[in-house]
Structures are given as C-alpha cells and as structure tokens.
C-alpha cells in the first residue's frame, strides 16, 4: 500500500516501453508497464525482466472505459493511488493509409485525445501529493495549432479556455471532417496533428485546474514531445532511437521532489516549448 508507484499506458512498445524500461533503472517504486493486449504486455515484461529489470502488468485499452475504470479501481486499491502517469498511448494513420478522412479523424481523436482524457479523469483524483503526469503529445500539435484559423488558435491559447469548450471544439472537427467541412471551419487537414493540438491544449487546462483545486500538493503535470522517434510509428526513417524519445517524458515524469515547474507546459528536448 505504501510504495510509490509509477504507471505507463501504451508500454508494449516503442516510446512507451523504452519508457518503462527507464522508469524500470530510475525510478523508486513499483513500474507497471500497461498494454491494451495482455500478451502484448506480458511478452514485454518478459523481455524487461531477461534485461534484468522488473515491471508489473496491468490491462489497460485507453479506449474501453470498463478498462480505465478496473485499472483505476486496482491502483487505489493496491497502492492507495499513483504518483507518476505517463499517458504514452496512441495511434496514427500512416501517410499512405487510404482510409478516409472523416474516419481518420474519428478515429484518431477518439484515442489521442478523448480516451487519453477519460485517463486523466479517472486517474487524475488518485495522483498522490508530488505525483507528476506527463501526456505524450507531438510537435505536430504545436504545427497545426499555427496552421488553425487565427479564432481557433486565440481559443487554444487562452488562459479562459474550458475543458468544455476544449471538448467541444474537437466534436467540432470530427463533426466537420464527416461533413467534408473541415477546412471551410478553419482546420488543416491533420487528424493527427489536431487531436495532439487538443491534448496539449488539455494538458494546460489541468494543469491550471490542479494548481487551483490542490494548490499544496505540487503535482506537475505536462505535455511533452519526444521527437522523431524510430518506431512502428515514426518509422525506421526517424532521427531517435526509442531511448532518446523516453528522455524528455522520463525527465517530466522524474522532477525532484519540491519542483515547481516545468507544469502545465509543452516541452521538448527537456525545454519548455512556446503555445
Ligand atoms: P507505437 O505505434 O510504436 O506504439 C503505440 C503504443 O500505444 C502501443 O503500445 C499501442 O499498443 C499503444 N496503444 C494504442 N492504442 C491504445 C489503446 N487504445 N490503449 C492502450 N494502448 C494503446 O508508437 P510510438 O511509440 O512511436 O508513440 C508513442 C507516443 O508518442 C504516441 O502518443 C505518439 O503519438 C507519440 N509520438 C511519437 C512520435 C514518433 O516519432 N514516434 C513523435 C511524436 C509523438 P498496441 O501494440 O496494442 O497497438
């Protein structure tokens, strides 16, 4: 009940198990690399533990409320709550991918930027007192907040902006790239690129929420980048190995005890980005 404990989604693979295989070395406490599959998951534990390394399991499909709410349940339970969470999961279309836009942009919204909400809904009232969260986004999301029409991108950047109203405005998309209306509504033609503009924007909302609600408890939390990283997403192309992508969330997600920032921000290459 009384150790810390740190938890990753995503955690099969790419950033998120370089990720974990960090926390695994750095951090004091129990790691628990979580994957949608299990066998995905457990395969993965397996490989860390002939590493020499020891992370636990957990089932968690950011995109199966059931899911969230059974891990959530199980780490109140279990440890009394979470002091680190890494919300790494997520899903891009590739280039080439023909699928249509309006599913594209459902899609891809639904798992990068509304279930990765569901997340922090449920997990964010268990983060203990010093806990630090760190929601994986992009610096696609910082490119298409530019390429956004001038309305849209003064609402991201507001200091008045409501989850609400953050909600709402990413309904707007996915309502608009069904209709073939995108664009006419001010947005660049990104599934991607929109659904990390809004976690990054969700990201600075909570963070304010938090500093207000539980102004004692210095939780930070941020968005951050990795970079281009050599992944089954990013590609063999990319400029970093999976251990590079970790470094910046893994520094987000090890900020010494009694840190005051960086939170609520956007970071990258462990610098503060500007919105
Ligand atoms: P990968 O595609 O290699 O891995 C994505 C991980 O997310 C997999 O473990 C996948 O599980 C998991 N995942 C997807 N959907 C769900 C879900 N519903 N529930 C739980 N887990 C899920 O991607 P990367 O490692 O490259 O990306 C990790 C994060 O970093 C993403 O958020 C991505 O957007 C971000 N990022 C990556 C960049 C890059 O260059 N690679 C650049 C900028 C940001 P499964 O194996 O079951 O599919």
Known sequence: MSSRVAVVTGGNKGIGLAIVRALCKQFEGDVYLTARDVDRGQAAVE??????????????????????????????EKHGGVDVLVNNAGIAFGMADTTPFAVQAEVTLKTNFFATRDMLTHFLPLIKA??????????????????????????????????????????????????GEHKKGGWPDTAYGVSKTGLT?????????????????GILLNACCPGWVQTDMGGKRAEKSPEEGAVTPVYLALLPPGATEPHGKFVSDKEVQPW
């Open 47 to 76: 490989s860390l533990a002939s590493e020499g390394l020891k992370a636990s399991f957990h089932q968690l499909d950011i995109n199966d409320l059931n899911s969230i709410t059974a891990a959530a349940a199980f780490f109140k």
């Open 130 to 179: 010093g806990g630090r969260v760190v929601n994986m986004s992009s610096f696609v999301g910082s490119q298409t907040l530019k390429q956004c029409r001038p309305e849209l991108q003064q609402r991201f950047r507001s200091d008045d902006i409501t989850e609400d109203e953050l909600v709402g405005l990413m309904q707007r998309f996915v309502d608009e790239a069904k209709r």
């Open 201 to 217: 924007t969700l990201s600075i909302i909570l963070a304010r929420r938090l500093s207000k609600e539980r102004p004692n408890d």
